[in-house]
């Protein structure tokens, strides 16, 4: 069985802190992961993570994936109160054309 | 904007109705998708569509079904709601194609059976 596991699942900081998020995935034909971030309504696309060891960065985020190891991590420095959100992990099966998602990461930032 | 509508934010149904969730996208994509979103959970796939009139069990399929009569449109239907189905729902599309594998989401619709 395709599974992604995501960890913390719950994260409380405080506003300047940098943060890690943790993807490990267990599936039969991986073919990419991807991130999301889901604020009070639908998740936006973060990054797409298809190569090990090849970091992805936009402003103050980060994530990179490692394929011998089968996880990914999501980095963000100098957190705001716009970053608290549900992070969400998901990969991409090929052939069987879908994403299987983790849990979420829910991330409160508080000032 | 290219986007995916779900008809209802909030929707309140009492135990044994016939629900209908109603997702619309523009963006001509071929595959459409209809998760659940629970706390401690993430998404669970219920169904998905990879062109007009298919249609594929999801993980959790059972007390759910499907119709995509036209390819912008996929709705889901719950045929005798249940209080274990109060959750959020999720439509997805994307288009087939070699490098891209990510899904457009709509807003979700909350449903609360009570």
């Known amino acids: 069985e395709d599974k992604v596991v995501q960890s913390p699942l719950s994260l409380v900081v405080h506003e300047g802190d940098t943060v890690t998020l943790n993807c490990s995935y267990e599936?039969?034909?991986?073919?990419?992961l991807l991130w999301y971030k889901q604020e009070k309504k639908a998740p936006t696309f973060l990054f797409m993570l298809t190569s090990s060891g090849i970091e992805k960065k936009s402003g103050r985020l980060s994530s990179i994936l490692d394929k011998k190891e089968l996880f990914s991590i999501l980095n963000i420095t100098a957190t705001q109160t716009g970053d608290s959100a549900i992070y969400l992990c998901?990969?991409?099966?090929?052939?069987?054309?879908?994403?299987?998602f983790g849990q979420g990461t829910r991330l409160t930032i508080n000032p | 904007d290219v986007k995916v509508t779900q008809s209802s934010r909030y929707l309140v149904k009492r135990t044994g109705e016939k629900v209908f969730l109603e997702c619309v996208q523009d963006?001509?994509?071929?595959?459409m998708f209809w998760y659940r979103q629970d706390p401690g959970l993430g998404l669970r796939l219920i169904y998905f569509s990879y062109d007009v009139k298919m249609k594929e069990k999801g993980d959790i399929p059972e007390g759910y079904s499907v119709s995509r009569e036209k390819k912008e449109r996929f709705s889901l239907i719950l045929e005798s709601a249940s209080t274990n189905q109060t959750s959020m729902y999720l439509c997805a599309s994307r288009t087939i194609g070699y490098t891209n594998y990510g899904y457009t989401f709509g807003s979700g619709t909350r449903l609360t059976v009570v």
């Open positions: 599936v039969t034909n991986f073919r990419s």
């Open positions: 963006m001509d994509h071929e595959n």
């Open positions: 998901a990969v991409f099966i090929q052939g069987a054309q879908k994403l299987v």
